[in-house]
Protein backbone atom coordinates (compact mmCIF):
# COMPACT_ATOMS: atom_id res chain seq x y z
CA UNK A 1 0.00 0.00 0.00
CA UNK A 2 0.95 3.84 -0.90
CA UNK A 3 1.31 6.41 1.22
CA UNK A 4 1.24 10.32 0.66
CA UNK A 5 3.90 12.15 2.81
CA UNK A 6 4.42 15.89 2.75
CA UNK A 7 6.94 17.38 4.07
CA UNK A 8 7.03 20.93 6.07
CA UNK A 9 7.78 23.88 5.48
CA UNK A 10 9.22 23.13 2.39
CA UNK A 11 5.85 21.51 0.80
CA UNK A 12 8.10 19.00 -0.70
CA UNK A 13 5.73 15.82 -0.66
CA UNK A 14 6.51 12.33 -2.31
CA UNK A 15 4.97 8.46 -2.15
CA UNK A 16 6.00 5.74 0.24
CA UNK A 17 5.19 2.29 0.39
CA UNK A 18 3.96 0.79 3.90
CA UNK A 19 7.10 -1.20 4.26
CA UNK A 20 9.87 1.40 3.72
CA UNK A 21 10.88 4.17 6.52
CA UNK A 22 10.18 7.75 6.25
CA UNK A 23 13.49 8.09 5.99
CA UNK A 24 14.37 5.46 3.26
CA UNK A 25 11.68 7.04 1.03
CA UNK A 26 12.54 10.45 1.36
CA UNK A 27 15.97 9.64 0.11
CA UNK A 28 15.03 7.62 -2.21
CA UNK A 29 12.65 10.89 -3.53
CA UNK A 30 16.38 12.83 -3.59
CA UNK A 31 14.94 14.70 -0.33
CA UNK A 32 17.83 14.49 2.09
CA UNK A 33 16.76 14.57 5.75
CA UNK A 34 18.90 14.75 8.88
CA UNK A 35 20.06 11.31 9.79
CA UNK A 36 23.29 9.50 11.16
CA UNK A 37 22.89 6.28 12.48
CA UNK A 38 19.51 4.85 10.75
CA UNK A 39 19.46 2.30 13.65
CA UNK A 40 17.16 4.96 15.85
CA UNK A 41 19.97 5.27 18.33
CA UNK A 42 21.17 8.94 17.82
CA UNK A 43 18.34 11.13 17.45
CA UNK A 44 19.44 12.94 14.68
CA UNK A 45 16.34 11.94 12.12
CA UNK A 46 13.75 13.22 14.89
CA UNK A 47 11.01 15.08 13.22
CA UNK A 48 7.42 16.06 14.24
CA UNK A 49 4.24 14.11 13.13
CA UNK A 50 1.82 16.94 12.04
CA UNK A 51 -1.02 14.46 10.69
CA UNK A 52 -1.02 11.33 10.18
CA UNK A 53 0.13 7.57 11.84
CA UNK A 54 3.33 5.46 11.86
CA UNK A 55 4.56 2.25 12.87
CA UNK A 56 7.25 3.77 15.41
CA UNK A 57 9.60 0.69 14.62
CA UNK A 58 12.39 -0.32 16.65
CA UNK A 59 14.49 2.46 18.07
CA UNK A 60 16.14 3.05 21.74
CA UNK A 61 13.99 4.42 24.30
CA UNK A 62 16.46 6.91 25.44
CA UNK A 63 16.24 8.40 22.25
CA UNK A 64 12.28 8.94 21.85
CA UNK A 65 10.25 8.90 24.65
CA UNK A 66 6.95 8.83 25.41
CA UNK A 67 6.24 12.06 26.01
CA UNK A 68 7.91 13.01 22.82
CA UNK A 69 5.24 10.63 20.99
CA UNK A 70 2.57 11.87 22.65
CA UNK A 71 3.55 15.03 21.05
CA UNK A 72 3.93 13.77 17.99
CA UNK A 73 8.02 13.52 18.17
CA UNK A 74 9.19 9.78 15.64
CA UNK A 75 12.27 8.73 14.47
CA UNK A 76 12.17 8.92 10.79
CA UNK A 77 15.31 6.40 10.38
CA UNK A 78 13.01 3.77 11.69
CA UNK A 79 9.07 5.06 11.37
CA UNK A 80 6.78 3.65 8.81
CA UNK A 81 3.37 4.92 7.37
CA UNK A 82 0.36 3.89 8.49
CA UNK A 83 -2.23 6.17 6.90
CA UNK A 84 -0.71 9.23 4.60
CA UNK A 85 1.93 11.95 6.70
CA UNK A 86 2.33 15.12 6.80
CA UNK A 87 5.71 15.83 8.96
CA UNK A 88 8.14 18.89 9.74
CA UNK A 89 11.56 18.12 9.42
CA UNK A 90 14.74 20.56 8.28
CA UNK A 91 15.64 19.54 4.89
CA UNK A 92 19.64 19.32 4.20
CA UNK A 93 20.07 21.87 1.30
CA UNK A 94 23.44 22.47 1.27
CA UNK A 95 26.92 21.02 2.67
CA UNK A 96 27.18 23.43 5.67
CA UNK A 97 23.95 21.80 6.62
CA UNK A 98 25.82 18.48 7.12
CA UNK A 99 27.95 17.90 10.68
CA UNK A 100 31.67 17.35 9.86
CA UNK A 101 32.64 14.09 11.53
CA UNK A 102 36.04 12.09 12.01
CA UNK A 103 35.29 8.55 11.93
CA UNK A 104 37.50 5.41 11.29
CA UNK A 105 36.83 3.19 8.42
CA UNK A 106 37.84 -0.34 7.25
CA UNK A 107 38.50 -1.29 3.34
CA UNK A 108 35.24 -4.08 2.61
CA UNK A 109 35.63 -4.82 -0.93
CA UNK A 110 38.56 -3.81 -3.31
CA UNK A 111 37.29 -4.13 -7.26
CA UNK A 112 39.36 -3.49 -9.95
CA UNK A 113 38.21 -2.22 -13.46
CA UNK A 114 41.00 -1.46 -15.59
CA UNK A 115 43.02 1.23 -14.00
CA UNK A 116 40.32 1.98 -11.71
CA UNK A 117 40.31 0.59 -8.28
CA UNK A 118 36.67 0.38 -6.51
CA UNK A 119 37.55 0.54 -3.01
CA UNK A 120 34.25 0.23 -0.62
CA UNK A 121 34.55 1.57 2.66
CA UNK A 122 32.61 0.28 5.69
CA UNK A 123 31.91 2.70 8.88
CA UNK A 124 30.76 1.38 12.26
CA UNK A 125 28.13 -0.57 12.46
CA UNK A 126 25.95 2.55 14.02
CA UNK A 127 27.28 4.95 11.96
CA UNK A 128 26.14 6.56 8.39
CA UNK A 129 28.17 9.41 7.04
CA UNK A 130 25.40 11.81 5.40
CA UNK A 131 26.52 13.45 2.41
CA UNK A 132 25.22 15.26 -0.99
CA UNK A 133 26.18 13.80 -4.42
CA UNK A 134 29.71 15.49 -5.88
CA UNK A 135 31.01 15.47 -2.03
CA UNK A 136 34.07 14.54 -0.88
CA UNK A 137 35.83 12.78 1.92
CA UNK A 138 39.19 13.32 3.64
CA UNK A 139 41.26 10.37 4.04
CA UNK A 140 43.61 10.44 6.75
CA UNK A 141 47.10 8.54 6.11
CA UNK A 142 50.03 8.06 7.79
CA UNK A 143 51.62 11.19 9.04
CA UNK A 144 47.98 12.99 9.55
CA UNK A 145 48.52 13.87 5.51
CA UNK A 146 44.91 14.57 4.42
CA UNK A 147 43.81 12.93 0.88
CA UNK A 148 40.50 14.25 -0.89
CA UNK A 149 38.30 11.57 -2.53
CA UNK A 150 35.10 12.36 -4.42
CA UNK A 151 32.10 9.98 -3.24
CA UNK A 152 31.00 7.76 -6.24
CA UNK A 153 27.95 6.24 -4.78
CA UNK A 154 24.76 7.97 -4.20
CA UNK A 155 24.15 9.13 -0.99
CA UNK A 156 20.95 7.32 -0.39
CA UNK A 157 22.92 4.37 -0.64
CA UNK A 158 25.07 4.76 2.09
CA UNK A 159 26.16 1.13 3.57
CA UNK A 160 29.17 1.23 2.11
CA UNK A 161 31.27 4.41 0.68
CA UNK A 162 33.06 3.73 -2.57
CA UNK A 163 35.53 5.57 -3.98
CA UNK A 164 37.10 5.10 -7.46
CA UNK A 165 40.69 5.26 -7.83
CA UNK A 166 42.58 5.71 -10.94
CA UNK A 167 46.28 4.26 -10.79
CA UNK A 168 48.69 6.46 -12.89
CA UNK A 169 52.38 6.39 -13.75
CA UNK A 170 54.43 8.51 -13.83
CA UNK A 171 57.52 8.70 -15.12
CA UNK A 172 60.56 7.78 -12.52
CA UNK A 173 58.44 7.14 -9.85
CA UNK A 174 56.31 4.18 -8.20
CA UNK A 175 52.76 3.93 -9.42
CA UNK A 176 50.72 6.08 -7.62
CA UNK A 177 46.72 6.63 -6.97
CA UNK A 178 44.78 9.77 -7.65
CA UNK A 179 40.62 9.59 -7.70
CA UNK A 180 38.90 9.52 -10.81
Known sequence: MAFNVLIK???????????ETILEAGLRHGFI????CRDGVCGTC???????????GKYEDSILSEAEKAE????FCCAKPTSDLIIECREVNAA????V????????KLERLDDV??????????????FLAGQYIDIL?????????????????????????????VANSPSMFSHK
Open 117 to 130: MVIYLKLPANERLQ
Open 101 to 108: KTLPCRVH
Open 46 to 56: KGLLLQGTVDY
Open 33 to 36: LPYS
Open 141 to 169: MKGSKARSFSLANAPHDDEFLQLHVRNIS
Open 96 to 99: KDIP
Open 9 to 19: PSDHSFIMEAD
Open 72 to 75: GMAL
